[in-house]
């Protein structure tokens, strides 16, 4: 079953250290050990992000819409999982026994951390700071996450979904709403 087995890493020190979800910690200015991190490259490293989801839960159990909007928030909007990234990511952390899951009516389910899951995060409680630390600065950077601006960009993806799914669009309209987002981005671009 894939994140169970534990992998192998050199640490600073030359020693190898070993983590369940392939952890590989990170260094002093919040990057992953390749200088991953924020919109050049993955955010989390393999693994990251099922400790963030599971120490979410442990706070507040929640569903899997709340936890993607709970990572945003805590990345500054830096970082937004995607559904194809946080349910099977919450799928494992049920299979592996540290949450469990209940229907909470209308189709949503409830998360809940359970005494195993709160055990491994405790185990992993530097881990789990340090992500957070990291979640931290890319939020206190990120200017794209003023209150303003996402619901600007909220209000702009829900327009544009509800024009694009409502029915076939004519060639003028077509041409209408690349202008538009044409024009935006000239405009943020200059200011």
Not at 14 to 35: C, I, Q, T, V, Y
Not at 45 to 58: E, Q, S
Not at 118 to 128: D, K, M, T
Not at 160 to 182: F, H, P
């Amino acid at each position: 079953m894939f994140g169970r087995h534990s992998h192998h890493h050199g640490g600073r020190d030359g020693h190898h250290s070993r983590h369940p979800f392939g952890f590989h910690g990170h260094d002093h200015e919040g990057r992953g050990p390749h200088g991953r991190g924020g919109r050049m490259g993955r955010f989390f490293d393999h693994g990251d992000l099922r400790f963030v989801v599971l120490k979410l839960i442990a706070e507040q159990p929640s569903h899997g819409y709340e936890l993607i909007k709970a990572v945003e928030t805590a990345a500054g909007g830096a970082y937004t999982p995607s559904p194809g990234v946080i349910y099977p990511t919450l799928t494992l952390l049920e299979e592996l026994g540290y949450i469990t899951v209940s229907e909470a009516g209308g189709g949503k389910k409830l998360h809940t951390i359970t005494p195993e899951g709160e055990a491994f995060l405790e185990a992993n409680a530097q881990p789990v700071k340090g992500l957070f630390a990291r979640m931290a600065e890319a939020a206190a950077r990120s200017a794209a996450f003023s209150p303003q601006i996402l619901r600007a960009r909220e209000n702009l993806k829900t327009a544009l979904r509800l024009k694009l799914t409502a029915g076939q669009l004519s060639a003028e309209q077509v041409e209408a709403i690349a202008k538009a987002l044409d024009d935006a981005a000239g405009v943020i671009e200059r200011v």
